[in-house]
């Protein structure tokens, strides 16, 4: 079956006809999760959250792995994280303002460290720190409060618990006995997604990482993506494990990457018919970094943004709060500002699917019905040609200002030379109505 719709998909790139939004999945899926993954399509823009234990070392969250810490001593600097600052409301205004349409946060990360209530072990925020709050379940009443959607990531590797065993190719200094139950670890990942799915109000959905620690276990993936989807029926399955999507998957996400492009090194070209996502980094970190500086410039990220809709594609763009519980100013500026953009511009990125042609190294585009937005990024061009067959165009505007654009069909595509009135730092954004109805 999956090799019929792999050779389908294959046909229909070489066709050039792109997948319509209700085009083949994987499998077939109940109609509140084809909802769910159509929904997906049309957000366009998430905020990423890694927030935990590591973010009080300001070295990103792999400080556990990368400073050999053992168990031992994590589990006292666990005992003191104590966020005070923490507020839920403006987190999620902030993404609200942002643009963003639903967060994604770190539930339990590789440290194994539960940042929410859980009954499955002591381990967590409620009943490891001075703090006693679970602050997954303030998010998750604000999301609802606030019209955005929450998905818990959710990791299968785990450095701290003793069943995680036998051993992945990470977590080996932790100090754990050489001993440990796998299926135990197992039925306990499925406990604490039982209680996330339960106690949370209905969720975007999970977002899995980490089982590339051990590409070649049994993960009981089919046991685990059915308790989901029977608990939730609408909530999304979107798994980093940087494969071609597997069944009951919903979602495929490239992590650091535009779909097809594997800069990372880790990440498969091969593209699915499933919502697309990219999840990005704002510095180079994930979680809180305190030397890290390299924030990318609100042109870059918008760039990001506008790259990954002409690929059909989500930006999931990432903040690494402080341990207080307070978001870096430099976040919070640049999400500011994507969200004044989107304001203006957002009509040319939600609801929108890929354009005619992929991203070129001029911008990219972007399509909604009979309208295709033509994004140009690189701020010297003087004209741009969309290499595709549109058929007549009916009117050809700039989105900023109505004004007239004047566009060529030449045997190359369409041709379009920018008005010299038309500037913007970001993106110029030409809007050609296709049809035959000159107005
Ligand atoms: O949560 C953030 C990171 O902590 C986590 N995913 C994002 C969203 C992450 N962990 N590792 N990575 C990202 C980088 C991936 C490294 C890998 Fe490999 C390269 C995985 C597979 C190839 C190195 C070699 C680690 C395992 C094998």
């Given at each position: 079956m999956r090799r019929l719709i792999l050779i389908l998909a294959v046909t229909t790139a070489v066709t050039g006809l792109s997948a319509t939004p209700q085009g083949p999945s994987l499998t077939a899926v109940p109609p509140e999760r084809a909802a769910a993954r159509e929904w997906f399509r049309d957000a366009k823009f998430g905020m990423f959250v890694h927030w935990g234990v590591y973010s009080l070392l300001?070295?990103?969250?792999?400080?556990?792995?990368?400073?050999?810490?053992?168990?031992?001593s994590y589990e006292w600097l666990a005992t003191t994280f104590n966020p005070v600052k923490f507020d839920a409301a403006s987190w999620v205004a902030t993404a609200k303002a942002a643009g963003a349409r639903y967060i994604t946060i770190t539930s339990r990360h590789h440290d194994g460290f539960s940042m929410f209530q859980t009954k499955a072990t002591k381990y967590n925020i409620v009943d490891w720190t001075a703090f006693k709050r679970d602050p997954m379940k303030e998010l998750a009443d604000e999301c609802r409060r606030q019209g955005l959607k929450l998905f818990f990531y959710y990791s299968q590797l785990d450095w701290h618990h003793p069943d995680?065993?036998?051993?992945?190719?990470?977590?080996?200094?932790?100090?754990?006995?050489?001993?440990?139950?796998?299926?135990?670890?197992?039925?306990?990942?499925?406990?604490?997604?039982?209680?996330?799915?339960?106690?949370?109000g209905p969720l975007g959905g999970i977002w899995f990482d980490g089982m590339w620690d051990k590409p070649n276990a049994n993960w009981r993936l089919d046991r685990t993506y059915a308790l989901i989807h029977r608990l939730q029926p609408s909530a999304l399955i979107v798994p980093n494990h940087h494969k071609a999507p597997l069944p009951g998957e919903d979602?495929?996400?490239?992590?650091?990457?535009?779909?097809?492009?594997?800069?990372?090194?880790?990440?498969?070209?091969?593209?699915?018919?499933?919502?697309?996502?990219?999840?990005?980094?704002?510095?180079n970190s994930w979680g809180f970094n305190i030397t890290d500086q390299k924030f990318k410039s609100t042109k870059d990220l918008i760039g990001v943004l506008v790259r990954a809709a002409g690929n059909g594609a989500n930006l999931l763009l990432n903040v690494g709060p402080r341990p207080d519980g307070t978001l870096q100013p430099e976040a919070v500026t640049r999400l500011q500002d994507i969200g004044?953009?989107?304001?203006?511009?957002?009509?040319?990125?939600?609801?929108?699917?890929?354009?005619?042609?992929?991203?070129?190294?001029?911008?990219?585009?972007?399509?909604?019905?009979?309208?295709?937005?033509?994004?140009?990024?690189?701020?010297?061009?003087?004209?741009?040609?969309?290499?595709?067959?549109?058929?007549?165009?009916?009117?050809?505007t700039m989105l900023s200002t109505n004004e007239r654009v004047e566009t060529r069909e030449t045997g190359a595509g369409v041709t379009i030379t920018l008005p010299k009135t038309a500037t913007a730092d970001v993106d110029r954004i030409v809007l050609l109505r296709l049809g035959a109805d000159v107005r």
């Amino acid at each position: 079956m999956r090799r019929l719709i792999l050779i389908l998909a294959v046909t229909t790139a070489v066709t050039g006809l792109s997948a319509t939004p209700q085009g083949p999945s994987l499998t077939a899926v109940p109609p509140e999760r084809a909802a769910a993954r159509e929904w997906f399509r049309d957000a366009k823009f998430g905020m990423f959250v890694h927030w935990g234990v590591y973010s009080l070392l300001g070295q990103g969250e792999w400080v556990m792995q990368n400073q050999k810490l053992p168990s031992s001593s994590y589990e006292w600097l666990a005992t003191t994280f104590n966020p005070v600052k923490f507020d839920a409301a403006s987190w999620v205004a902030t993404a609200k303002a942002a643009g963003a349409r639903y967060i994604t946060i770190t539930s339990r990360h590789h440290d194994g460290f539960s940042m929410f209530q859980t009954k499955a072990t002591k381990y967590n925020i409620v009943d490891w720190t001075a703090f006693k709050r679970d602050p997954m379940k303030e998010l998750a009443d604000e999301c609802r409060r606030q019209g955005l959607k929450l998905f818990f990531y959710y990791s299968q590797l785990d450095w701290h618990h003793p069943d995680f065993y036998p051993r992945g190719g990470t977590g080996a200094a932790s100090g754990r006995p050489d001993s440990g139950d796998w299926n135990k670890y197992l039925d306990f990942m499925d406990d604490q997604l039982t209680e996330l799915l339960t106690r949370y109000g209905p969720l975007g959905g999970i977002w899995f990482d980490g089982m590339w620690d051990k590409p070649n276990a049994n993960w009981r993936l089919d046991r685990t993506y059915a308790l989901i989807h029977r608990l939730q029926p609408s909530a999304l399955i979107v798994p980093n494990h940087h494969k071609a999507p597997l069944p009951g998957e919903d979602v495929q996400t490239f992590e650091q990457d535009l779909p097809g492009a594997n800069t990372a090194g880790f990440n498969t070209r091969e593209i699915s018919t499933l919502p697309l996502e990219t999840s990005l980094t704002m510095n180079n970190s994930w979680g809180f970094n305190i030397t890290d500086q390299k924030f990318k410039s609100t042109k870059d990220l918008i760039g990001v943004l506008v790259r990954a809709a002409g690929n059909g594609a989500n930006l999931l763009l990432n903040v690494g709060p402080r341990p207080d519980g307070t978001l870096q100013p430099e976040a919070v500026t640049r999400l500011q500002d994507i969200g004044a953009w989107l304001q203006r511009f957002g009509v040319s990125i939600y609801e929108t699917r890929k354009g005619p042609v992929p991203p070129q190294p001029w911008g990219a585009t972007t399509r909604k019905d009979n309208t295709v937005y033509v994004h140009v990024l690189d701020t010297a061009a003087t004209s741009v040609t969309v290499a595709a067959n549109l058929g007549p165009i009916a009117r050809a505007t700039m989105l900023s200002t109505n004004e007239r654009v004047e566009t060529r069909e030449t045997g190359a595509g369409v041709t379009i030379t920018l008005p010299k009135t038309a500037t913007a730092d970001v993106d110029r954004i030409v809007l050609l109505r296709l049809g035959a109805d000159v107005r």
